[in-house]
């Protein structure tokens, strides 16, 4: 039996997605339409990274571009075939609404942006998927969350890691008990942030440091390779506040995680070292990952030390980046929550908040279940 929705895309009754062998969904059937993405914010990561990754997508496409800059806008509508009419800025940013061509919204902007331009887009009729850290505070995140239940609209948080096949293998076999009892996790996160004006170390704009931009991939990983939910953590924070780069937020910050069975996750975070590696201890031996969350080149390594490298089968998508797109697009099509949607973000923002208390107050902080 077929089922056709209102926006004639055509789907296999029931719509049943099962898991396959790394966790990731795998649904019922092909849709014959792409969804089409609006990008907002053409910097680093938005132009450099998102827009080129469509051609890879089964799923998705790129529709809209917007843009407080009209020229670059102009020149990337033309290079990748968006029509002149679909560019926005941000001021008539809201008439997105009338352009339905445009079924997702992904939010690149910094940091202070994400929630401004989220809720407009779901007031627009618009499913949102937004960077990472999702907002500068919980509260934040919890209006964003508000916004789209209320516009009946999806809200993903653009978590690549769990598109990605080193992590996904990583954590299959973590859970498989390949290591045994996991005892510990460690990661550490960072780079070398160069330009003391750059958004990133603007308070206002970044919510914070290395830890909102960096700390956020060795929290996530503790969290989706040991399958647990922080109960306490502890947080010590080292800068040099007479550096130009730090006169407003964290250069470095090592944080500890408690987790109910036991396992302790010890992460650290840095702008001021390139860092990237991941590390679960069990019984019976480690997984590590070096790099870890990289764009590209992560390495896997299973047993005792680094003898053995594992070659992981391939993700759900031909990039990580195109497997969290068409992931998107999957939802809006079958009516499915992301598997990292918005409260996905919350409860980072809610953790990340108490690494920040606990640094300030010198003390453990007991999390909330
Ligand atoms: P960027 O500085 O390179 O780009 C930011 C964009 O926002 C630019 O196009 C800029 O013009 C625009 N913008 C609009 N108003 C602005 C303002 N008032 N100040 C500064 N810029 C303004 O930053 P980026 O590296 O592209 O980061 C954008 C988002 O993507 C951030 O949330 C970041 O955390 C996230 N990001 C995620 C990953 C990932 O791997 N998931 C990687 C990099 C960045």
Known sequence: MIDMNRRGLVLAAGGAIAANAVGAPVWAATPQRKLGYAIVGLGGYGLGVIIPQFKNCEHSKLVALVSGDPVKAKRVASEYGVPERSIYNYDNYDSIKDNPDIDIVYVCLPVSMHA???????????????????????????????????????????????????????????????????????????????????????????????????????????????????????????????????????????????????????????????QNHILLMGDKGRIELEPGTGYHGNRLWVGNGRSEEITPPPGPGATQWAGQLDHMARCVIDNREPIVAGEEGLRDMRIIEAIYRSAREQKRIALKA
Not at 134 to 144: N, Q
């Open 116 to 274: 401004e331009y989220t809720i407009r887009a779901a007031k627009a009729g618009k499913h949102v998927l937004c960077e990472k850290p999702m907002a500068l505070s919980s509260t934040e995140c919890e209006s964003m969350i508000a916004a789209c239940k209320q516009a009946g609209k999806k809200l993903m948080i653009g978590y690549r890691c769990h598109f990605e096949p080193t992590n996904l293998e990583a954590r299959r076999r973590a859970r498989a008990g390949e290591i045994g009892k996991l005892r510990y996790f460690r990661s550490e996160h960072g780079f070398v942030q160069g330009n003391p004006s750059a958004w990133r170390l603007k308070k206002a704009m970044s919510g914070g440091g290395s830890l909102m931009d960096m700390g956020i991939y060795a929290l996530q990983a503790a969290r989706y390779m040991t399958n647990e939910e922080p109960i306490a953590v502890y947080a010590h924070e080292r800068t040099d506040r007479s550096d130009p780069r730090f006169r407003e937020v964290e250069d470095m910050i090592e944080f500890e995680l408690e987790f109910p069975s036991g396992v302790i996750a010890s992460c650290m975070s840095m702008y001021s070292a390139n």
